[in-house]
């Protein structure tokens, strides 16, 4: 809602500059988003009284115009050719930017210097008229600020109204607020109405409302005689400093009581309605299917059985608080007008104007909720004005059609006590009295409890709390003394699926991974990659691009994308993400908690790649002591499934060359995804510490030179069972401590093909004693032996 | 055997002294302190002195020991110093930094504030990202059709067609807001309660760069005997004041959300001009932070709480927003690009 502050002062007396009225709205709840100064740019542009106009000597178009601007008689060049003498013209003077950007420099045309230019409105930013200059009314001075001259030496505040407070959708009810906190009462505004007989040729509108339900009051007016013309500037100024543009006298004035008071009108061309038995019929009905209407923008409105519309005996004429129709249109040719002013339904409103994708200023003051019991006046305003500004006349009575008033405002009973309670404050009972009387509020009772109801105007009082708020904004929020919570304190419950997510988070930062956060929908391509098919995937029923069609199943298709965006700029790095994904269930989807994590290297193998991403996982058992033994299922050419104690919890993948190919030549990509809920299963108490031995390890490096069909796992399990044998009462472990690879695995030409030399590392300690180098020889020995013997190995010590 | 003892020493020490090289020191080491050393065979031999005096020479054979090895030590030290550190190192070469993981930042922030709000005895709390209309918006006082629903635009979510297990009786919609958490966490709770919940909400509208689809608001409900508005004030205040520092100016002023009454909002002065109007608080002076106010009565009972007993506060804040103020973080897409030249930073 844009508000002009001289609007304002018609019913209000103003205190302060605009910042401190800006300020005393906001902390009413009503927060102003801008101060905007409309005139700002025109306080240099003066008056001036055009005296001669002569022809310019050496050009035909142009013409040398004498004007006086307050002090000074001069000669200014001007090609405009709708001036006269007598006429009273803005002058922009050199050194003067308009709000066009134009900055005025002084200069000769065609041999003649011009002593600064005279302004078209568009120049100006007063309209769109670039042909002509810019007249004002004679009976302007001259010599003073064109902000001053037009009025427009204005602030306009830009205020958002919450949708409870449909009544500060106008400047009476904004006054109201402004009024209350500052210990003043509203000015009534007096339009005064003259009505005349009818002239015998004129037909009356006659009203018939079919669903009363729908309308629970309808006003009818007509005016006679009516000049459409446009409108004097003080209303067109009135309506662009509430951003609404200026039509016509007749329309002018619906729309300058719409925003006054905040109850929409319309007016009807009154020939238009079809004539019944002499009179003008109006009848609210709902549409029929198939009817439709060209509504004022132009469009045609296909309409429905739902929709409530103002209808004659013939066809529908308007959509019922929603907008007009063209065919019933006021313009220049009207003469006669029927001036509708109604209480319409909040809902049928909202519904039509959401089916039609229409919206305007009377719907969404409708959808919110008008002032029932000022539709009468608001009507007599109206009609008052049309008449004075048009030149017509108001015929004598109106036509009323009312249900009883809606019990929106039932009195609630509101306990004083509540006020220190709630709010946290004590007030006597006078002051909090005083606060609801100057909202408009009565109150009866006295002492703890009053019964307070509120004005018709308000559609938002229901409750005890919503007098409190009222008692809260106008005492001031601000002026509360902070206090602090006390009470009694619940330890909180234990959430074993967020301890998990936090700790995997600090775990992976840890093993070097930058968490990334993805959207929760993705593109139908992306949804090709998840491993779910598309019929799998819960769909965004109104997504607003491609990329949200589809709420993700896998974490995989943007962690992929975020690798091959990064590649342009890193050749190596770590990634993960813990999010929901969401797969089929009832009553809604179940929300899976995923990691997914990837690593890129340069100038790596697949599987070096794989072997990092498994040691991660590793490194997660142990950090976790999950003690799961993991297992890897090939289900496709670069894809596994993570086994876990023989169970599932996952996957793995290596990226494809072909997907990497156009960003890198040389980076290796693999990504694993894990369900956090299976993971979470897994979690045990806290093991206790297992001793470590005291005796000297003594380290054996095997290089073991295998067919590249032969496993690490079967090489391993060979020296397990070795191990196995050195198993007594005193040694329960066996006498190998560790097995694992220290090195890269070597493949290469001094091999020869499908050949690969692993290099073991075999860790001997004994928990009871400091164990012999031959004792290490002989199991070192039988190792060896057995490896040749059933791997057709080759081994050499290093 | 004290005196050889002692000129051993002796002549150990200035040998020492004079030793130019580290070679020398490892040739004396060997003379000195070596199996065939004269100060070893003596140490052998002291078994075969009279009872008496064996404990007082060994021990004294034994400190010599000692000394000429710090010497030797100590020389060695001396020999390299000069020479040394200082020569062989470029100390303007850049440090190796380890590859290090980063922790995104709306995870760091989020934890932030999860500590000052459990610092004051509340508990974190989650629920679905896909909720029902239910919860959303009706049992938050927000009816179908009602103009309030206007305030938050809306995913809404359907399952795909021809697939049975997908079958839907309830509307579902992404949720555009965390509240939906305090009712979920009411239905198994009784008072008292003090809860926060963060988590990813969405909203239906284009994208720039304050608006995203996703982002992260921090839900939080107090629900007691004699909860009142200067409590909510003092809660929030001290939250503000442990984020933006304690001397941040804050604003609260009346505004309306349907499941609180009466509604508040918290502004904080703009910390960038101070008051005087800038870009990032479009001019106003004043940053908007967080939403709050009393439990709706109406919500109460949609909670099962009795509002003749207790009442409550909620608030809402947005995450992004907050965390990009405290980084200077001009674009809020920025978090969800998953670009390691952003995310390195934190």
Known sequence: MKLSLNWLKEFVRIKGDAAQVAEIFTLLGFEVEAIEEPGALLKKVITAKILKIKKHPQADKLHLVRVNDGKDVREIVCGANNIEPGQI????????????????????????????????????????????????????????????????????????????????????????????????????????????????????????????????????????????????????????????????????????????????????????????????????????????????????????????????????????????????????????????????????????????????????????????????????????????????????????????????????????????????????????????????????????????????????????????????????????????????????????ETDLVERLKDEMVRLGFTEVYNYSFYSEDKAAESGFKTAEHYQVANPLNREQKLMRTSLWPWLKNNIIKNLGNFDEFKIFEIGQVFWAGEPRPREVPMIGAAIVQKKSSPEKAFRELRGILESLNQAFRFNALFDFQPTGDSSYQIMANKSPIGVMRILSRSDIEKFSDTATAAFFEIRLDLLGQMLKPSQAYRSYSPYPRIVRDLAVEVNESVKFSDVARIICEINRQTISEPEPMGLISDINIFDEVYRGAKLGPNKKSLPIRLVFQSRRRTLENHEVDKIQGRISGELQRKLQAKIRGI | MKDQLKSIYEEAKIKIERASDSAELERLFIEYLGRKSKLTNLLRNIKNLPVQERGETGNLANRIRQAIESGIRTRRQGLKAPTGHKTLIDRTLPGIMPALGHYHPLTKFIRLVESIFISMGFEVVSGPEIELAKYNFDLLNIPQDHPARDLWDTYYIKAAQGNKSFEQKEQLLLRTQTSPVQIRAMLKRQPPVRLIAPGRVFRHEATDSSHESTFYQCEGLVIDAGVKVTDLIGTLSIFLKRIFGENVKIRVRPEYYPFVEPGLDFDIRCQLCGGQGCSVCSQRGWLEILGSGLVHPVVLKNMGVDSKKFSGFAFGLGLDRLMMLSNGVKDIRLSYLGDLRFLRQF
Request: glycine share 8%; net charge positive; charged share 25%.
């Open chain 1, 89 to 496: 013209v803005p002058l922009a003077n050199e050194g003067v930017t308009l709000p066009n950007s134009q900055t005025i420099k002084r200069i000769s045309i065609r041999g003649i210097e011009s002593n600064g230019m005279l302004c078209s409105a568009k120049e100006l930013g007063l309209g769109t008229d670039h042909t002509g200059i810019f007249i004002l009314d004679k009976a302007t001075k001259v010599g003073v600020a064109l902000d001053k001259a037009l009025d427009l030496d204005d602030v306009v505040l830009d205020i958002t109204v919450s949708p409870n407070r449909a009544d500060c959708l106008s400047v009476l009810g904004l006054a109201r607020e402004y009024a209350a906190k500052t210990g003043q009462r509203v000015k009534e505004k007096k339009y005064p109405l003259r009505e005349f007989a009818k002239p015998r040729d004129l037909s009356l509108a006659a009203l018939k409302i079919n669903e009363p339900k729908l309308c629970s009051k309808y006003v009818a007016r007509t005016i006679y005689g009516v000049k459409v013309q446009d409108s004097p500037w003080w209303l067109k100024q009135r309506l662009l400093s509430a951003g609404v543009r200026p039509v016509n006298n007749v329309v002018d004035v619906t729309n300058y009581i719409l925003m006054e008071t905040g109850q929409p009108l319309h007016a009807f061309d009154a020939d238009k309605i079809s004539l019944i038995r002499g009179q003008r019929q109006i009848i609210v009905r709902l549409a029929k299917d198939g009817e439709w209407l060209f509504t004022l923008d132009g469009e045609k409105r296909q309409l429905d059985k739902t929709m409530l519309v103002i209808a004659d005996s013939q066809k529908p004429l308007a959509l019922a608080g929603v907008m007009g129709g063209r065919d019933t249109e006021v313009t220049p040719g009207t003469k006669n007008v029927v001036l509708e002013a109604a209480v319409f339904n909040p809902l049928a409103v909202r519904k039509a104007s959401r089916r039609l994708g229409l919206r305007s200023e009377s719907s969404g003051r409708f959808e919110r909720g008008i002032d029932f019991e000022a539709v009468e006046k608001n009507s007599d305003q109206a009609a008052s004005l049309i008449a004075k500004i048009s030149g017509g006349r108001v015929a004598r009575g109106k036509v009323v059609v009312s249900q009883k008033r809606p019990k929106n405002n039932k009195a609630v009973i509101f306990n004083t006590g509540q006020v220190s309670s709630l709010l946290g404050v004590d007030l006597p009972t006078s002051q909090i009295k005083k606060y609801f009387n100057s909202l408009g509020f009565t109150s009866a009772g006295s002492g703890k409890k009053l019964k307070i109801t509120a004005p018709s105007w308000r559609h938002d009082i229901f409750y005890e709390a919503d007098l409190i708020e009222e008692v809260g904004r106008l005492y001031g929020y601000n002026r509360l003394n902070p206090t602090y919570l006390k009470g009694e304190l619940r330890p909180a419950e234990f959430q074993p």
